[in-house]
């Protein structure tokens, strides 16, 4: 009976158990792949915001807004400064053909510095813009490059990826859901 | 004499030290960047001083020095310029990032736990507190038997001026 009078010394070790349980928890899902840092969009299921870029290739043509209606697109904002751009371009080519228009939204980049990046790294979009302000950047929601935007035929924005996109989120997430939107 | 001006010397530099720590907030904001109307420059500070860079996502848009703050900076002064109020900048950017990007959360359903919850740790901490003080038992004040108690009064009537209270 004397020691349930020393219960109450146990409560900051009871409180720190609690503290210490809930942040392993959360490490054991960040180390399974969870990122708290990523902040959920609010721009999927909404229509597409409107705008107008011009190419990144002279005497190719702009890519409007209104080009979204009638297929499914893939929007990929990436840059030639972007390290994490690198990773995911090599996959991107793994994308066509399977029922989405793939359009390259050049992120506040210079035209000639994105040329020789695609040059080299290869040119798997069916067309590329320039976002030079990045003004259309910030009203789909971006703020890091790469990020993918998956629009439906109606315009209205379906799927967002931040950062860049693995194999398994093409093979598992990106593909399947170009499959749906298609029917 | 020196003792004196030892001490003078010492407030002056505390004094010093304290008005060298008074410093405006952190600002990333280049001079090219700013308004030139004073007053609508003020309000674009203000407002960027509660929206979350995202990239760094402790600082506000007006301390980061990362491009997407400096976009948004200059985001929110061509609203701004354009006529926006203060709330319609706030709805614009929230439209397009989400209440993440407010650094004070708004008071919603879901945050009421973020707002609520430290007050109510407090309360339950103080009535915590209180209960363990109620209910800590009082030491049984010695009985002295009868023989101690003669023997307390011989002593204390040998030297009246001793004891009691001090």
């Known amino acids: ?183 | 004499m020196k003792k004196v001006n030892c001490h003078r010397i010492n407030i002056f530099l505390a004094l010093l030290v304290l008005l060298a720590v008074q410093s405006a907030p952190a600002r990333a904001a280049e001079p090219g960047e700013m308004l030139h109307n004073p007053a609508q420059e003020a309000r674009a500070e203000k407002i960027g001083e509660q929206l979350r860079c995202l990239v760094c996502q402790n600082e506000s848009i007006e301390a980061s020095a990362a491009p997407l703050a400096h976009d948004l900076r200059v985001l929110i002064r061509h609203l701004i310029v354009k006529g926006d109020s203060n709330a319609q900048v706030k709805r614009y950017i929230v439209a397009r990032y989400g209440n993440y990007v407010l650094l004070k959360p708004p008071f919603m359903e879901e945050t009421l736990v973020l707002w609520l919850g430290p007050a109510f740790l407090l309360l339950a901490a103080l009535v915590g507190f209180a209960f363990y003080f109620r209910t800590r038992r009082e030491p049984d004040a010695a009985r002295l038997s009868g023989k101690e108690q003669k023997r307390l009064d011989a002593l204390l009537n040998e030297h009246p001026d001793q004891g009691g209270a001090a």
Request: proline content about 9%.
């Open chain 1, 1 to 183: 009976m004397k020691t349930l009078r020393h219960l109450p010394y146990l409560i900051p070790l009871a409180l720190f158990a609690v503290l210490a349980g809930f942040m392993t928890w959360r490490l054991v899902l960040i180390a399974q792949g969870d990122t708290p840092n990523y902040i959920p969009s609010v721009t999927v299921g909404k229509p597409a915001p409107p705008f107008d870029l011009p190419p990144l290739y002279t005497g190719k043509p702009r890519f409007t807004s209104a080009d979204l209606k009638g297929k499914v697109t893939l929007i990929d904002f990436f840059a030639s400064w972007c390290v994490a751009c690198r990773a995911e371009h090599p996959l991107l080519a793994g994308i066509k053909g399977h029922g989405a228009v793939l359009i390259g939204i050049a992120y506040k980049d210079k035209p000639q510095a994105a040329k020789a990046w695609l040059a080299k790294m290869g040119d798997p979009y069916d067309e590329v813009v320039t976002d030079a302000q990045g003004r259309t950047a910030i009203d789909f929601g971006l703020y890091g490059v790469p990020e993918s935007y998956l629009i439906d035929k109606n315009g209205i924005i379906r799927m967002k990826e931040t950062g860049p996109l693995t194999p398994e989120v093409i093979r598992d997430d990106l593909l399947p859901a170009i499959a749906v939107l298609n029917r």
